[in-house]
């Protein structure tokens, strides 16, 4: 492993130096969007000195099922997807908090508009990835003008990059207006989700979350967080739809994603959500969670995959 972080990518099948993976101007998947991506955690055991990677199984099945609705061809089997990726995160050799993203694309360099006779291929990068929210100071969020896109236009259980255009707009609609984060509503008008995570109610001894048919992602950390609720908190999930006034009256209120974590929405609209702090759940599920996904719980270890064969000196 190198002595110092070194920025590589798995790139045309190798492996390179990240400056090296260069894409062409006329590549479809720029030119169309036309590309399917998981975004991966790979988090910091200090003491351990090693990177665990956070239910890359589950993802790499996600990504397959995007494939298959974006007409991708993946040729990796489920083994060779893990292998390269954890090697690959060893060879940068961080010694932090990573994001790995895969991508399977279409690689033709065409113009023209579809999804058939054209070329794929796959590619994988690792950055350093720090808190993509203040998970204790919790969220300030606006429900957004835009709304998320129907699955009969984008399917919304696909990671496809062109549906991050929608994600884009309502971010940066709330965070020019002052707020951290959006929390758009689907077609009609039920709660969908925010521009990249899932969204929670606590309602008394239960959660409360948006069903599939509220066009949301299906997320792994929503999986996640509804397995922890049941097994250590003792509390179902219901999925149902949510309405924008059930947020405002909500005890609590957070939001699960692989960059946000499980982080508290404290504010939505200017009024504050129960005590406009972290509530005692959502501090519960956090706990848990980083000590999960760091590899601290010996009873989900199998969560969590190792990517350094040799600790850092």
């Not at 099948?13 to 894409?23: G, W």
């Not at 169309?32 to 000195?49: L, P």
Request: proline residues 5%; hydrophobic residues 40%.
């Amino acid at each position: 492993m190198p002595q110092a972080p070194t920025a590589y990518a798995y790139f045309q099948k190798q492996f390179v130096p990240l400056a090296e993976a260069k894409l062409g101007i006329m590549t479809h998947a720029f030119l169309y969007g036309t590309a399917v991506f998981e975004g991966i955690r790979g988090n910091w055991n200090d003491k351990e000195q090693q990177v665990f990677l956070f239910r890359v199984k589950e993802h790499y099945a996600r990504l397959r099922k995007s494939c298959r609705i974006v007409r991708i061809d993946l040729p990796y089997s489920d083994e060779e997807l893990q292998s390269i990726t954890t090697r690959l995160v060893e060879m940068c050799g961080y010694g932090e908090d990573v994001y790995v993203r895969p991508i399977a694309y279409k690689s033709s360099e065409v113009v023209g508009v579809r999804l058939h006779d054209l070329e794929d291929d796959f590619l994988i990068f690792v950055v350093p990835f720090g808190p993509y929210l203040d998970i204790d100071k919790g969220a300030r969020c606006c429900t957004s003008s835009w709304r998320r896109v129907e699955d009969t236009s984008i399917p919304a259980r696909a990671k496809i990059n062109g549906i991050y255009v929608n994600s884009a707009l309502a971010k940066t609609e709330a965070q020019l207006n002052g707020f951290d984060e959006a929390i758009m509503l689907d077609e009609r008008g039920h709660v969908s989700e925010g521009s990249g995570e899932n969204i929670f109610i606590v309602d008394g001894e239960r959660l409360i979350t948006p069903p599939p048919s509220s066009n949301i992602l299906v997320g792994i950390t929503r999986d996640t967080v509804i397995t922890l609720a049941r097994q250590e908190l003792g509390m179902e999930t219901v999925e149902r739809d949510i309405d924008r006034s059930e947020l405002y009256a909500a005890e609590e209120c957070f939001m699960t994603g692989t960059a946000a974590h499980v982080t508290p929405v404290v504010e939505l609209d200017h009024r504050p959500i129960g005590s406009g702090k972290m509530g005692p759940v959502a501090e519960r599920l956090v706990r848990l969670y980083f000590d999960i996904i760091t590899g601290r719980n010996p009873k989900y270890v199998s969560w969590c995959t190792p990517c350094y064969s040799k600790v850092k000196a």
